[in-house]
């Protein structure tokens, strides 16, 4: 089973800017999408991107227009440039993979998920 290794978290002021990653230990088969999930202390694992085999992507309203999801490395890394931080984007942020070919929002539809990574965002 491939396991996805996420990177790149910190504690940064309002208004930075942090890109996170997360990288396959293998080399991934079939086609699949990409997501990173969010959860914060006492809340749901909430949407946060996904970026499709075919390279759609889709993004919860709450961070459009400042986080931009990419992948390289044939597919093996995911990236989450995250601009314009506020307070409440501090959470565990996560990636995770869905097989086949499509975008989803459900977290449940999604396998082999990181260990996360703490992203913190001072006012």
């Known amino acids: 089973q491939v396991q996805w290794v996420e990177s790149g978290g910190g504690l940064v002021q309002a208004g930075a800017s942090l890109r996170l990653s997360c990288a396959a230990s293998?080399?991934?088969?079939?086609?699949?999408?990409m997501g990173w999930f969010r959860q914060a202390p006492g809340r749901e694992r909430e949407f946060v991107a996904a970026?499709?085999?075919?390279?759609?992507?889709a993004y919860a309203d709450s961070v459009k227009g400042r986080f931009a999801i990419s992948t390289e490395n044939a597919k093996n890394t995911v990236n989450l440039q995250m601009n314009n931080l506020k307070p409440e984007d501090t959470s565990v942020y996560f990636c995770?993979?869905?097989?086949?070919?499509?975008?989803?929002?459900?977290?449940?539809?999604?396998?082999?998920w990181g260990q996360g990574t703490q992203v913190t965002v001072s006012s």
């Open positions: 293998r080399r991934a088969a079939g086609v699949y999408a």
């Open positions: 970026i499709s085999w075919a390279n759609a992507t």
């Open positions: 995770a993979r869905k097989p086949g070919l499509g975008i989803s929002f459900r977290s449940d539809d999604y396998a082999d």
